[in-house]
């Protein structure tokens, strides 16, 4: 295990057989396998962690994902969206509080009115912010011309998850109809590239129907398409979901967080320099898993910013972490958990994607 981590690190080489294999190591391996990634982390990126406010914009989709509580077809959800004066003051707290980037997550509605909607939120919040705050949008698949109008607003960075990168699995997780297709999405995360953004993507992990060698596709599918970015976790049930009736077949919590940390480790001995998020499902499982995905190797915090009221109506799935906390009081813990993971908050910079920075560099100089 040792070796084959070895001449991973020196080679970049890895098979679809190496990855499941680490995906099943325990004891001794498991341990070698995350140390080592820790150790890829510091070398490479360092022990720094970036913030990135979340606000949680709206939760009005027009899909219907099987597997999310916030999903169009669920009419027990109180629908939102949040005001331009809200999110403009949220913006106002990042850059007060030092977080120095911003994350814009919602629904997905691919509609001209919401294309310009974002547009105009994004001048006012540079406008607001002196732009101070380096932005990610998370708004799901939407035309290139909306893309590139929001690039153009100051838009830096786009997170869509391929959710999977088995197209099998995809469909049975979807709905079946052309607005939930496999394709368009693999489509939009290349034109996003095409675009200039920073990309990111990601997969649910633990997902019923889904095995080893479908998540070590995964991997292999975020190296190849050359993310900037990785933001994963685990699938957490939701029981006004069509997914939950399957909620028997999954893996114990403790298992699918312990899985869902080995992906991280793969991730970041794979791709050395990309940013790689601790996501909030990981703390949903664990009250301390967003502080084992860093030891991981993950260096991407995004506290929570959306004013409370609004946050009991973006349950993706339940148990979801923080619902009722204050972006104040988040942030008050936010260092001392850090600190607890060995690593240390970066205030007042973005945190751009080291990668991202290293192949703009090369095509500049070509
Ligand atoms: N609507 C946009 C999209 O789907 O790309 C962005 C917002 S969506 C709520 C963000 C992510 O939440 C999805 O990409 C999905 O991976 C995740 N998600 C939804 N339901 C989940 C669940 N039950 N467990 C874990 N993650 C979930
Ligand atoms: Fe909508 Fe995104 Fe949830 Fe799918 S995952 S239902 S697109 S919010």
Redesign the pocket.
């Known amino acids: 295990m040792k070796n084959s981590i070895n001449r991973i690190i020196h080679t970049g080489t890895i098979s679809r057989e190496e990855i499941v294999r680490w995906l099943r190591s325990r004891g001794e391996e498991r341990a070698a396998l995350l140390s080592l990634a820790g150790q890829v982390k510091r070398e490479q990126v360092g022990n720094k962690v970036y913030l990135r406010g979340l606000v949680e914009y709206s939760n009005r ?1 027009a899909k219907n ?1 099987l ?4 999903r169009g077809g669920n009419s027990r959800v109180r629908r939102y969206t949040m005001s331009d004066e809200e999110v403009v003051a949220a913006a106002r707290y990042a850059r007060d509080a030092g977080y120095a980037s911003l994350v814009i ?4 509605i691919a509609s001209p009115a919401r294309s310009r909607e974002i547009t105009r939120l994004l001048e006012k919040i540079n406008e607001a912010t002196g732009g101070s705050l380096g932005i990610t949008l ?3 698949e939407q035309s290139r011309q909306t893309l590139d109008a929001w690039k153009r607003a100051g838009a830096r960075r786009y997170l ?2 391929v ?1 999977t990168s088995n197209p099998d699995l995809y469909a049975r997780i979807h709905p079946a109809n052309t607005r939930h297709d496999f394709k368009a999405r693999v489509d939009t995360l290349r034109q996003l590239r095409d675009l200039g953004y920073q990309v990111g993507t990601g997969c ?1 992990i633990g997902l019923p129907f889904q095995s080893l060698d479908d998540l070590a596709g995964d991997l292999l599918f975020f190296r190849e398409i050359d993310v900037d970015m990785i933001g994963m ?6 029981d006004e979901t069509p997914l939950y009736r399957y909620r028997g077949t999954l893996l114990p919590p403790a298992e699918r967080l312990d899985l869902a940390l080995k992906m991280i480790a793969i991730a970041r001995v794979m791709m050395k320099d990309i940013n790689i998020v601790a996501t909030t ?1 990981m703390q949903a499982l664990d009250k301390i898993g967003r502080e084992k995905a860093l030891r991981a190797g993950a260096n991407i915090v995004m506290p929570n910013i959306t004013p409370v009221k609004y946050r009991a109506g973006y349950l ?2 339940r148990g979801k972490p923080c619902v009722d906390e204050e972006a104040a009081r988040c942030k008050a813990c936010l260092d001392a958990r850090v600190r607890l993971a060995g690593d240390e908050v970066v205030y007042g910079e973005w945190g751009d994607s080291r990668h991202f920075a290293m192949k703009t560099r090369n095509i500049n100089q070509t």
């Open positions: 989709c994902c597997y999310c509580g916030i997550q919602g629904g997905e998370s708004l799901g869509l998850r959710e649910m976790g685990p699938y957490v049930e939701h499902a993706l799935y």
